[in-house]
């Protein structure tokens, strides 16, 4: 009798890689933060210390050839930014993100509409990765709206995934780490659902951007990123149990809450509470205010500050000036809540916004 080939096809090689780099993924915690160019601190000048996952914010896609490419003003600096960061924490491993919110959301669907433009996308981001440093990748594609657009999305982070343990079994590197920045519940508004199974089966972990609940879109003040329901249906706990019950592991959810916070002009100075009318926003053009700067105007104005323990949310106001954030006493809780979940961490947009890493120092201390 012929004997049998017993050759064992690559890409249940590389499946099998793939699990097992997952797998030892999840034994890490995440105690993360965002850094962009320009955001008021240099890469040198973060406590790193206090994290075990930086991401280096945005690399961007190329419309025209569906390429991840660094910015010429951002190339010296994203270079330079493991090096930077790894001065006070060796052991602190960094991601470059790729989109962002004011990215092309058009461009990332036509990319990933295509087996060739994804592979495009998906070379280009290894190669990008490796040359510049960094311990792995975080798509942060905002957002597919449709169900085709979900379903390339999961065709994307599959492939993503075998060429991540392929390249690392080739080059006998640790497989760069995959990960996504991702609406706060599996269930976009549009309505489409994320493709859960494809993105627990393919990303180390996601990034559930837990905040934005409300700004200068809404019709009236309330908490940025109310971890329970203040009773709109909105919440950072509504979206981890509803991304739980679709399938994502809890150990593969990372908490997000913001370092900054929304600033309103109320419609009537002694209407100053949750689901007030606003006449629009304060202090910047969108209402967007870092918490150091909150911070500031608390003292220089006197503001009154309200910890709402229901919701889990702080908020403050002077005269008709409104401002939703998170401070200590948030971010402690949800911290907690996040450990007691299960969840692999949690991460802030952006490092920049801390007050002299009270936030962070907070974060890390009550994991």
């Known amino acids: ?6 050759h064992i096809p690559l890409f249940l ?35 790193s210390t206090l994290f075990t996952h930086l991401f280096c914010a945005f690399a961007d896609l190329d419309a025209s050839t569906n390429e991840v490419v660094i910015s010429s003003a951002n190339a010296q600096s994203f270079a330079a930014f493991t090096g930077d960061v790894q001065q006070t924490n060796p052991s602190v491993k960094t991601l470059l ?6 990215s092309n959301a058009n461009a990332f669907a036509a990319m990933a509409s295509q087996s060739s433009s994804r592979q495009t996308f998906i070379n280009s981001s290894i190669a990008l990765a490796r040359s ?62 994320y493709p859960v199974a494809a993105m627990a089966a393919s990303l180390d972990w996601i990034n559930a951007m837990a905040y934005d609940f409300f700004g200068n879109w809404s019709s009236t003040t309330g908490p ?10 909105i919440s950072g706990d509504i979206g981890v149990r509803a991304w739980i019950q679709a399938g994502m592991p809890a150990g593969q959810i990372v908490l997000g809450f913001p370092f900054y916070g929304r600033a309103f002009t109320l419609a009537n100075a002694n209407n100053h509470g949750y689901f007030a009318p606003f006449t629009g926003t304060a202090l910047s053009s969108d209402g967007a205010i870092v918490y150091n700067q909150i911070t500031s105007y608390i003292s220089q104005n006197s503001a009154t500050t309200v910890y709402n323990s229901t919701v889990v949310s702080a908020y403050c106001y002077s005269g008709t000036t409104w401002i939703s954030y998170d401070d200590t006493q948030t971010i402690s809780t949800k911290v907690v809540y996040a450990k007691g979940k299960g969840l692999k961490g949690y991460f ?3 490092v920049a916004g801390d007050d002299n890493w009270v936030l962070s120092q907070t974060a890390s201390s009550s994991w």
């Open 1 to 6: 009798m012929a004997s049998k080939d017993n």
């Open 13 to 47: 090689i590389f499946s099998f890689l793939s699990l097992l780099q997952i797998n030892s993924s999840m034994a890490q915690n995440v105690k993360g933060g965002y850094w962009f160019l320009g955001s008021g601190i240099t890469a040198s000048n973060i406590n």
């Open 97 to 102: 993100s790729i989109g962002g919110g004011s």
């Open 132 to 193: 510049n440093g960094f311990y792995g990748l975080d798509l942060d594609w905002e957002y597919p709206d449709t169900d085709e657009k979900m379903t390339n999305l999961g065709l994307l982070l599959e492939e993503w995934r075998t060429a991540v343990a392929a390249e690392a079994a080739s080059s006998g590197k640790a497989a760069l780490l995959l990960s996504a920045a991702v609406y706060y519940s599996p269930h976009y508004w549009s309505p489409a659902d």
């Open 224 to 233: 940025l990123a109310a971890l329970y329901d203040p009773g709109n249906g």
């Open 348 to 350: 802030a947009w952006h």
